[in-house]
């Protein structure tokens, strides 16, 4: 192997071996820190820095970066939503965007509401500098969009006032009791009929992805690994009853999108 090459590959391991150094201290590492210091926890503790402080917010909020973390399948995932949304008839309605997320999902779901006739899209996240960043991505929606600081735990808006309601890439992110409290808030705000579209990582079918995917969730997001089988949203949704579920599976069965209509 020539000098170049031998160089080459080192590069590209430091690289990749400095990415994923990053990307721990700034979600799990951090967590870890902040679970061993003394002090008060909050309702928030669950959440990474990647997601509360702007610099960070801004420095990874990058389409090419974003797409990859889903293994190129961010654009399906969001397409499907959207599709659905373009679908339905949204006039007079409101359509809720629990959690925000990086990435052009936020501006595509705003702007299909709105194309389906909806009045208003609200946006909802614990951390205020998540909803201030989201709304550099829609300001011409600016009227049409509110933005509420609030916990998808123990929302405050009322029974029965959206008609949508998307939650993209959150569940994995949360301490296990709150996974079914945020799906219960989910119904709860969705008038019958109302949909909630839930994007998630799932059990991949090969098991060469199984054994990575379950590598990447032990190191980095240990919360995740239970939607393949103890948390699994479509089987809590069914369990609970008062929905018509249906899930599409992405990418050798790795990330899914369930429609759930409240009935
Ligand atoms: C949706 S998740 C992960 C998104 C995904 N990794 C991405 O960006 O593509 C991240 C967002 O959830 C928010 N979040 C975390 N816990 C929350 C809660 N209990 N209620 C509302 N928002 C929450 C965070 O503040 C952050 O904005």
């Known amino acids: 192997m020539n000098a170049w090459m031998v160089n080459l590959f080192f590069a590209l391991f430091l690289l990749l071996a400095a990415t994923g150094l990053f990307f721990f201290v700034v979600t799990r590492g951090a967590l870890v820190l902040r679970g061993l210091s003394p002090g008060s926890h909050s309702e928030k503790s669950h ?20 797409s990859a973390i889903l293994l190129f399948q961010y654009h399906h995932l969001v397409s499907k939503i959207v599709s659905e949304l373009k679908q339905m008839d ?10 925000c997320a990086f990435g052009n999902v936020i501006p595509r779901v705003v702007q299909a509401s709105l194309e389906s006739g909806a009045e208003r899209v609200l946006i909802a996240d614990i951390i205020q500098n998540e909803l201030v960043h989201a709304k550099t991505k829609l300001s011409q929606y600016a009227g049409k969009v509110e933005y509420v600081e609030d916990n998808a735990t123990s929302m405050k808006l009322k029974d029965d006032g959206v008609a949508a309601n998307v ?13 079914g409290q945020t799906l219960n808030e989910a119904g ?3 008038a019958p009929g109302g949909k909630l579209f839930l994007a998630e990582f799932h059990r991949p079918q090969l098991w060469v992805l199984r054994a990575l995917s379950w ?9 995740g690994l239970a939607l393949w089988d103890t948390h ?18 992405y990418f050798f069965g790795n990330f899914q999108i369930i429609t759930a209509t409240k009935l």
């Open 47 to 66: 959440v990474y820095p990647i997601y509360s402080n702007m610099k960070l917010i801004k420095l990874v909020d990058f389409q090419p970066i974003i």
């Open 90 to 99: 949204l006039r007079k309605k409101k359509v809720l965007i629990t959690s």
């Open 167 to 179: 939650i993209f890439f959150l569940l994995h992110e949360l301490p296990h009791h709150l996974k």
């Open 188 to 190: 709860r705000m969705l």
């Open 215 to 223: 590598t990447y969730f032990k190191v980095f997001e240990p919360l």
């Open 232 to 249: 699994d949203p479509l089987a809590y949704l069914e369990g609970e009853g008062g929905w018509k579920c249906e899930r599409t599976t």
